[in-house]
């Protein structure tokens, strides 16, 4: 079945690559973006799909937007605030996560309903609760029980309970699907790319923060075949899925992969904690912000599943970064040849 479906935060790294997907498989694709000319040589030359410029928090721009649609997939989130706030103040004054976290889901489902668009895959992230120790986890968390109260007649918000498998999220109504994965790689990715960024720039020796802090990385592609096959999958209405990859490493093994696959040869050592929270403290200042205080809350938890749901649920075989990484970071073999062949798989 075919669908007309409204990418939210279609224009960033996961959401260009599910646009492409989705425009493959016989989709109406819309993307709301808020700069359509940026993106003239990867989303608008892909068949199928509709490049809008709207901003997604306005309610009437949103409400225009989705009122033809019969799918919504929310993938808007940030990393780091540039405004923090509280939430005992007025709206106009919550910070970045309260807003795009938590206030944009509400204001999606709540469209939703009013426009009778009965089908919306949510991303939130692994690690996600009301009770996580930093903002970014917490307002993830916060996210998905907004939602999931969009489909219940009572909703406790704020309680969350850890499952070894899928979260109940919906009792009734919008059929809602949650993603929750953990670090995503794949061509233009913010982890691996970054890192090597670094290691380049840096002289000598590369200060890690949280060098022990463990995660899961899973392949872009993986994420996005998980979507695509729970669209008209009734057994993942009301569930939330743990998307990880095949393997768990630390981050200070993760950092050195890098490092093997560049070329480089930096010392990388490992920050205490009391060390960590200074280098924060200055490099959340700094534009770019390469490491804040809240990142460091976020990494005090493994980001690793204690079931993946990508093989229990869809099917789908994990990607080590071994297969993938080499291809866009090390430039080595031949990456288009080796890149078709991975994707045939999914």
């Known amino acids: 079945m075919t669908h007309r479906i409204a990418i939210l935060g279609g224009s960033g790294f996961v959401g260009r690559h599910l646009a492409e997907k989705l425009c493959k498989e016989g989709h109406s694709v819309r993307v709301l973006t808020r700069r359509r000319e940026r993106h003239r040589e990867d989303l608008l030359v892909l068949p199928g799909l509709e490049l809008v410029e709207a901003d997604v928090f306005d309610p009437m721009s949103l409400e225009g937007q989705l009122r033809d649609r019969d799918v919504v997939v929310n993938l808007v989130g940030i990393l780091n605030e540039d405004r923090r ?100 790689f794949g061509e233009g990715d913010s982890f691996f790319n970054r890192f090597a960024d670094l290691l380049r720039q840096v002289p000598l020796v590369i200060p890690l923060a949280k060098a022990q802090a463990r995660m899961q990385p899973v392949w872009v592609e993986d994420v996005v075949s998980a979507f695509v096959r729970a669209l008209d999958d009734e057994r993942t209405y009301g569930q939330a899925y743990d998307l990880c990859g095949p393997e768990v490493f630390t981050l200070m093994e993760l950092v050195r992969y890098t490092q093997s696959q560049i070329g480089t040869h930096r010392a990388i050592v490992g920050l205490p904690d009391f060390v960590a929270e200074i280098q924060a403290s200055v490099l959340e200042r700094l534009p770019g912000k390469l490491l804040t205080r809240d990142n460091l809350r976020s990494l005090s938890v493994d980001n ?15 990607t080590p970064i071994a297969s993938v990484v080499p291809t866009y970071l090390g430039g080595r073999g031949n990456r288009a040849a080796r890149l078709a062949e991975i994707r045939q798989r999914r």
């Not at 007649?153 to 953990?182: I, M, Q």
């Not at 690793?304 to 994990?318: S, T, Y």
């Open 85 to 184: 706030g509280r939430q005992d103040l007025p709206p106009a004054r919550h910070g970045d996560f309260e807003r795009v976290h938590i206030e944009l889901p509400r204001l999606v489902a709540n469209t939703c309903g009013r426009l009778g668009v009965r089908r919306l895959l949510h991303m939130s992230a692994l690690g996600a609760s009301p009770i996580a120790p930093s903002a970014y986890l917490r307002s993830k968390g916060l996210g998905e029980e907004i939602v999931r109260q969009a489909g219940e007649d009572s909703a406790s918000l704020g309680h969350f309970t850890y499952l070894n498998g899928p979260k109940l999220l919906w009792g009734r109504g919008l059929k809602v699907t949650s993603f929750r994965p953990s670090v995503i």
């Open 304 to 318: 690793v599943c204690r079931r993946n749901d990508l093989k229990e649920v869809f099917g789908i075989d994990a």
